[in-house]
């Protein structure tokens, strides 16, 4: 178990830029969550893959925010056109099982700054 | 919708004292109920977890939470407190047939020597 992981640790990028992160979940796990972190607060959901299929994604998430989850193993989030609003640590989480009993384990996030 | 409460944003200690670090949540039924624990930089780390049974949950690092239905509550407590747990704490709840977990807004633990 080589734990959830996930790149680049740190992204800086200027306002308008588009940024990519990755996610590699703990290889057995079948479902795949991305949450987002602000300063002071709790992590805050933002999409959930089972498998490859995407099945629910927060309001949270604009249009300038897409994620993926080809063959359903590493996810990617994309983020267009930043804006200083996207500043924050991007979390990705796994867990294995259809219940929500199945606890997430949670990577150690992309923190995003946009300059 | 659920939510979840931590009304303290930041708790001090001494080393050796005891701790507890509260957590009350909204939500028609009973939820699952968990503790993570997040290192500055870092991702969050699972301490313990509810789901159902036994109200007193036992977690790793010495940790302990009891559910508390009447009072919707799920309170993190430790006997005694080391400097290496000075962390930021979060209760989290997921409704038992969602997908994602709704989190406090945490509390920041500061240990004195």
């Known amino acids: 178990d080589t734990g959830v992981s996930q790149n680049p640790r740190h992204k800086i990028t200027k306002r308008g830029q588009n940024v990519t992160f990755r996610c590699d979940p703990i290889s057995e796990h079948n479902r795949l969550y991305w949450y987002r972190q602000t300063l002071g607060q709790g992590p805050e959901f933002l999409t959930y893959f089972q498998n490859e299929a995407q099945l629910e994604k927060s309001r949270l998430l604009s249009d300038r925010f897409s994620a993926e989850r080809p063959k359903g193993s590493f996810s990617t989030l994309e983020i267009q056109r930043t804006e200083q609003g996207d500043s924050a640590m991007y979390l990705c989480?796994?867990?294995?099982?259809?219940?929500?009993?199945?606890?997430?384990?949670f990577g150690d996030g992309t923190r995003l700054s946009i300059l | 919708a659920q939510s979840v409460t931590q009304p303290d944003i930041h708790i001090t200690v001494s080393e050796g004292a005891s701790l507890e670090l509260r957590c009350n949540y909204s939500?028609?039924?009973?939820?699952?109920l968990f503790w993570y624990v997040q290192s500055p930089g870092q991702g969050l780390q699972l301490l313990l977890k509810?789901?159902?049974?036994?109200?007193l949950v036992q977690g790793i690092k010495g940790f302990e939470a009891e559910f508390k239905r009447s009072q919707s509550s799920f309170n993190l407590r430790k006997p005694s407190v080391h400097w290496s747990d000075a962390a930021e704490y979060f209760c989290a709840v997921a409704p038992g047939s969602a997908r994602q977990l709704t989190f406090g807004s945490g509390t920041q633990l500061t240990v004195l020597p």
């Open positions: 939500y028609g039924a009973t939820p699952y």
């Open positions: 989480a796994s867990s294995l099982g259809t219940n929500s009993n199945q606890p997430q384990h």
């Open positions: 509810y789901f159902s049974g036994d109200t």
